[in-house]
């Protein structure tokens, strides 16, 4: 028991209590050098929520002063001093206004409105987040009562992380996203709140001197907090379960693409799928046309994946809906870098198969096919073409079908224009082989 106790004793290695409660209280204003640099830490976040830089975002965690007025308020609490209380939250309001001001400015001035990955993961917090506020904390005051300082001071203005989502809020204001908005300032409070009450556990774990109140104002406090964690924790709990049941959702999507197409030879070109409606949707294209038989037994199946409340749209054929497939391509490139998925690939195979001079007649003739029945085969390959007049040898495709009758020729004309798309060459030369009885 006192090796235990010896190995889990924090006292051991702390700062004087004078000291350290007089390192608090100067980090507890902004004022001086302390106020420039919240400035420049606001600017910088900003900046690099704007770029979607990480890296930037980071150095913003690192040089920001907000940890100051917040571990304060911890202590304060812990010794029940109340003037100090007062101050602290009176400096962490006004650098709280001034990054929600000065932010949103930045925000409403930059040309780029748009809100990146790394505005959006700071939009929708969580009991994780709860989680991570609080044992970052803990490390953090911990870190402040020692006499070696140490290390964990950068891990933990990182882990914590609060002028992101203060900056984001800032966002919110400037482009009028309220959703974002609230979000945003809900993480930042978690943040806030929660390092400021690991502050106060560790502070009374150590026994630092307190004011002398009487017995109800302490109550008050403790109530006070009570209050205050569970006004945090149950919309946290909420946002953790939604996005439980979205990853449930998620997973039951992945499998039933995989089981009713991926791994029925169905190549998916494009997939998007929409959580927050009623019903629930899941877009697909794919990289040739599906009978409308095996979509009706696909949503069918939709129930076995516990996805009742889901409507299966597949995209095909329709001019309206080709369109709407290349707008929310283009709004998925904007918005985050897309991953190589079926669809690469694909293309990655077809650029190959030019390069190599080899093309998939199988698949090649399935398409055809599908269009134009009397098809019976095709043959595709490149063709070198030497002229005596052009010393520039001239390379590309030609498709040699096989049908008992000839293709008209406007039909000859829209094979020929498929083909150049299918394999993005200038020049495809179409002609027909005869079927001899």
């Known amino acids: 028991m006192t090796f235990l106790n010896e190995l889990l004793n924090l006292s051991k290695g702390s700062d004087d209590r004078e000291k350290t409660l007089d390192s608090v209280k100067k980090d507890i204003s902004f004022s001086g050098a302390n ?17 979607n830089s990480t890296a930037v975002v980071i150095g913003a965690m690192l040089i920001s002063p907000l940890m100051g007025p917040i571990v304060g308020s911890g202590f304060a609490l812990g010794i029940y001093d109340f003037y100090l209380l007062r101050k602290s939250l009176r400096n962490l309001l006004i650098a709280t206004i001034a990054g929600l001001v000065v932010s949103a400015v930045y925000f409403f001035i930059s040309p780029f409105k748009e809100a990146q990955s790394e505005i959006l993961m700071r939009t929708s917090p969580n009991i994780y987040d709860v989680l991570i506020a609080f044992f970052g904390g803990l490390v953090g005051v911990i870190a402040v009562t020692r006499l070696e300082k140490g290390n964990p001071i950068p891990g933990v203005a990182i882990a914590t992380a609060l002028m992101p989502p203060l900056c984001t809020a800032g966002y919110g204001l400037a482009t009028g996203n309220l959703m974002f908005f609230f979000g945003s300032l809900f993480l930042y409070s978690i943040n806030c709140v929660f390092i400021c009450i690991a502050t106060f556990i560790i502070v009374k774990y150590l026994k630092f001197p307190s004011k002398e109140i009487d017995v109800n104002k302490r109550k008050r406090v403790r109530y006070g907090i009570s209050a205050i964690v569970l006004l945090m924790l149950i919309p946290s709990i909420y946002f ?16 039933f693409i995989q089981n009713e197409f991926t791994l029925k030879d169905r190549t998916v070109i494009y997939k998007r799928t929409v959580y927050n409606s009623s019903p629930k949707s899941i877009e697909l294209a794919f990289l040739t046309k599906l009978p409308e038989s095996k979509i009706d037994s696909a949503k069918k199946d939709l129930e076995k994946y516990g996805l009742n409340d889901t409507k299966l749209i597949v995209m095909q054929d329709s001019v309206d809906n080709i369109q709407k497939l290349k707008s929310d391509i283009l709004n998925e490139v904007k918005t985050s870098e897309l991953q190589v998925d079926a669809k690469d690939q694909r293309i990655k195979q077809l650029e190959e198969e030019i390069a190599n001079n080899k093309f998939d007649n199988e698949q090649i003739l399935k398409e055809v096919k599908s269009v134009y029945p009397d098809i019976s085969a095709v043959s595709l390959a ?18 040699i079908y096989e049908s008992k009758t000839d293709l008209k020729k406007n039909d000859v004309m829209k094979l020929q224009n498929w083909m150049k798309e299918r394999l993005k060459s200038d020049s495809v030369e179409v002609y027909r082989k005869k079927i001899t009885e």
């Open 382 to 399: 490149n063709h070198t073409f030497y002229s005596e007049t052009d010393s520039t040898d001239m390379v590309f495709p030609v498709m």
């Open 35 to 51: 106020l420039w640099i919240l400035a420049c830490a606001i600017l910088v976040a900003s900046i690099g929520l704007n770029i």
């Open 240 to 255: 953790a379960y939604s996005l439980y049941k979205q990853q449930q959702f998620t997973q039951a999507v992945n499998l």
